[in-house]
């Protein structure tokens, strides 16, 4: 069954992702979110700090790489700075999100339509990371109708819940399954395993978000033109959890040997 990105209970107890129970170990050791940060280095580039904004894919030339909305999360003090580190994650900290393999571009709308699709989701992620509300400018131009309202709802279950997503979640499988001058869709596999749910308040990391080596989830945006050159907004999202077409990075590539 597909569900979007709020279904399900929302409970702490659950995580903030609205996708069902998180099947990570309730302990992490503290070199996850070290090996976070170099692990799928030599495969994309990461987004650094707190803006998921950098790109995995080169921008299409009609079109500039967005800027960074300016706003930083309020959620360090001078306090915090005079403590002496604590074990775990230090937040703010460092979402990434890589591509297992660099999608291939077809033409230049092909790639416009990619290069937005990654920013969409590179938007909602940095939207977790504001102080109080996740309504970002970049969340505004990349989201639209229920597609907005289902990203904004999730990263304001992360604010609400004084929890960030720490560490990198990995994209493959990207295909542009259609594509006309009106709308597109875009599919892809998440693997969440190398997600943390990281508690604000004691600078500690929780359950992963996907136990390690399990099947990923599959999404698929459906996307719409704005009308400005080189603009495509997410409209909708879909999502069919524990996908089978979506098995962790290292099985895949056993399967190609």
């Not at 569900?3 to 998180?22: D, F, I, K, V, Y």
């Not at 992490?28 to 803006?51: D, H, R």
């Not at 005079?82 to 775990?88: M, Y």
Request: a positive charge; one cysteine or more; charged letters at 15%.
């Amino acid at each position: 069954m597909r569900g979007n990105r709020t279904g399900g209970s929302g409970a702490a107890a659950n995580g903030p992702r609205g996708r069902g129970p998180e099947r990570g170990r309730d302990k992490m050791a503290t070199g996850l979110l070290a090996g976070a940060l170099g692990v799928f280095m030599a495969i994309g580039i990461s987004a650094c700090n707190t803006n998921p904004h950098a790109a995995d894919i080169p921008p299409p030339s009609t079109e500039n790489q967005p800027a960074a909305n300016g706003q930083s999360p309020d959620t360090e003090s001078s306090a915090h700075h005079k403590a002496p580190p604590k074990p775990g994650i230090v937040l703010p900290n460092t979402i990434q999100v890589l591509y297992a393999t660099t999608p291939a571009f077809q033409d230049l709308t092909h790639h416009i339509v990619l290069w937005n699709a990654s920013q969409a989701y590179k938007a909602m992620y940095a939207a977790a990371y504001q102080p109080t509300q996740a309504a970002t400018a970049d969340l505004k131009r990349y989201w639209t109708g229920t597609g907005y309202e289902a990203a904004h709802a999730w990263a304001q279950q992360w604010i609400d819940t004084k929890h960030q997503p720490v560490g990198f979640t990995v994209l493959s499988n990207v295909v542009v399954e259609n594509l006309t001058p009106e709308q597109a869709t875009v599919g892809f596999c998440e693997d969440l395993s190398g997600v943390v749910s990281g508690n604000v308040a004691t600078h500690t990391p929780g359950k992963a978000l996907q136990a390690k080596n399990s099947l990923g989830n599959r999404v698929e945006y459906s996307m719409v033109p704005t009308g400005v050159k080189g603009q495509w907004q997410v409209n909708g999202e879909s999502m069919a959890r524990a996908s089978a077409m979506c098995p962790p990075p290292g099985e895949q590539k056993k399967h190609h040997h």
